[in-house]
């Protein structure tokens, strides 16, 4: 009875221990802060000159296990008073990724500004929201005097950025920018589309220096630079501008007028493209030109200089083949597999002749066809040479030793068959 009631026990507890509430179960508590975590590297603002644009960088690390939708609410402040505030940028940074969001502001007047950048960070899955600050200082200084300007070389500030705006623009039917403001060198701007494009603004400025993202400076003597941005034009079909140049600027650098040239800031390539600008008229302060390209950009201004290379001219430069541009510069056209010499790419010399046979050991081999190299046709059973497989070679004394063999081996052949015919014929003679 005992041992019944023993094992009945032991059976209840062994049913309870697979069958225990999963609510007593040991869990896991996992803190949002591990899954969501960030940290701002850097936020930055460069100094410029009025009227040129602002850039600002903000380097975002994202130390969390999940994905962060980022957005950034930009306000500017000067003398203590808000000027500018708006939502910059919105993107998402991927778990254990850094990103950059890079934003821009036009400043409207100089001098000491204050960026504050408000970051919004959420998880839709999670359902968590935070929000952090950061904040950069920058200067927007004044723009140097105009050459010639005024009797104390004081300068007056441009007038505001001409802006242009349209409904539609049709395919092939020209829309005219006239610009009288003589701050701006640009004078008229004439845009073809080759799409047709609604709600079009354009808008053109100068700026006193070379933008942060250009990464060099234009070819030759700078006069100006100049920007155009857009917005809603789908493609160019053309763009003419004509522009005018000072004569008491060309006078002072000493040169001569068919020299000057325009320049557009390609930033697909990173580099300045230069165009022909072709004389239209003078009057007795400026030089009239106009230039087609092939699209709006920053813009300059330039003289090609007198020492610069001749259009078409080619030089190696270590294993670079270079061509001089129009606008005077040595541009890498091509950086030569091989070899660079002469203002042209050098291939390597073919190894061998094709059609070419050779030895190698007891492989025969043939030249490929460009030339480039060997390839294996046979492995030779019984030697290669004189660029060819050979057949099986016998001796004369191995010719000797093998016939004398054969003819032993034939007298054997007989003594055995003689031997059993004798003994065959013994044996029949008793039975007799």
Known sequence: MNKKFLLTILFFFSVQSFSFPSSCAVTTTVD??????????????ADVTYPNTVYLTLEFHNNGTVDLNVSGNLSIKKDGSVIYNNLVFEGNVSAQQY????????????????????????????GQSNLTSTTASFTVYSPPPEPGGGPSGTYTPPAPNITRTWDVILPFVPVKIEIENKVLAFREIIIEVDK???????EVNRIYDKPGFVKDDPPGELYQYLE????????????????????????????DKSDVILNRYSANEE????????PVTEDS???????????LSVFSITAREK??????????????????????????????????SG??????????????????????????????????????????????????????????????????????????????????????????
């Open 32 to 45: 949002v802060s591990e899954v969501m975590s960030w940290e701002v590297s850097s936020f930055s603002a």
């Open 285 to 295: 302060d400026y030089a009239y030109y106009k230039a087609e390209v092939p699209g």
């Open 343 to 432: 203002g042209e790419c050098i291939g390597i010399p073919p190894a061998c002749a094709q059609g070419e046979r050779r030895c190698l050991g007891n492989t025969l081999q043939k030249c490929s066809a460009d030339g480039s190299g060997w390839e294996n046709i046979e492995i030779c059973e019984y030697g290669c040479w004189d660029n060819e497989c050979k057949e099986m070679v016998v001796s004369f004394v191995t010719k000797m030793a093998v016939f004398v063999m054969f003819a032993i081996l034939v007298a054997i052949v007989i003594i055995m068959v003689a031997l059993v015919y004798v003994n065959l014929k013994m044996s029949l003679a008793r039975k007799r």
């Open 196 to 202: 047709e494009s609604h709600n079009v603004t354009v």
């Open 99 to 126: 990103e950059n969001f890079t934003f821009n502001w036009t400043p409207t007047t100089t001098g000491d500004f204050l960026a504050n950048l408000t970051i919004n960070m959420t998880n839709d899955a999670l």
């Open 307 to 340: 020492t610069a290379c001749t259009q078409g001219e080619r030089r190696c430069s270590d294993n670079d083949l270079q061509e001089c541009s129009f606008g005077g510069l040595w541009e890498t056209i091509e950086t030569c597999e091989h070899e660079c």
């Open 271 to 278: 580099k300045w493209e230069s165009f022909p600008a072709t």
């Open 228 to 255: 155009i941005k857009h917005e809603n034009i789908e493609g160019f079909r053309s763009v003419l501008i004509n522009f005018s140049v000072k004569n008491e600027w060309i006078s002072d650098k000493q040169i």
